[in-house]
């Protein structure tokens, strides 16, 4: 069994900027591609954001491009979401996912493990 603890959540005003990470544990092994996906009220999860096992193909929705960065450090177990220049739609939970595939995916349903999320709230 994997383990995600996703951490860095937070309020921050629109225009400023977080850090999100993801650190797994237990049969690591197993961990091959990863993401990002969130969920605000009222709405389905989203695919946010993905990467491949080897961190050079990078997947993001549009709403995101340009705005956040996905990195992951395999040594140290860390998956990693920088965000920048954050707006109030982006207010969500973020849900960090691990794949024992090692494609980056959008599919929800591609993703074997999940952590329990972080919240991230943007103010107006």
């Known amino acids: 069994q994997v383990q995600l603890v996703e951490s860095g959540g937070g309020l921050v005003q629109a225009g400023g900027s977080l850090r999100l990470s993801c650190s797994w544990s237990?049969?690591?092994?197993?961990?091959?591609?990863m993401g990002w996906f969130r969920q605000a009220p009222g709405k389905e999860r989203e695919f946010v954001s993905a990467i491949n096992w080897i961190g050079r193909r990078k997947l993001y929705t549009d709403t995101v491009k340009g705005r956040f960065a996905i990195s992951r450090d395999n040594t140290n177990h860390t998956l990693h979401l920088q965000m920048n220049n954050l707006k109030p739609e982006d207010t969500a939970v973020y849900f960090c996912?691990?794949?024992?595939?090692?494609?980056?995916?959008?599919?929800?349903?591609?993703?074997?493990?999940w952590g329990h999320g972080t919240q991230v709230t943007v103010s107006s």
């Open positions: 996912g691990a794949s024992e595939g090692e494609a980056a995916d959008r599919l929800e349903r591609e993703y074997d493990y």
């Open positions: 237990g049969r690591t092994g197993s961990v091959g591609g």
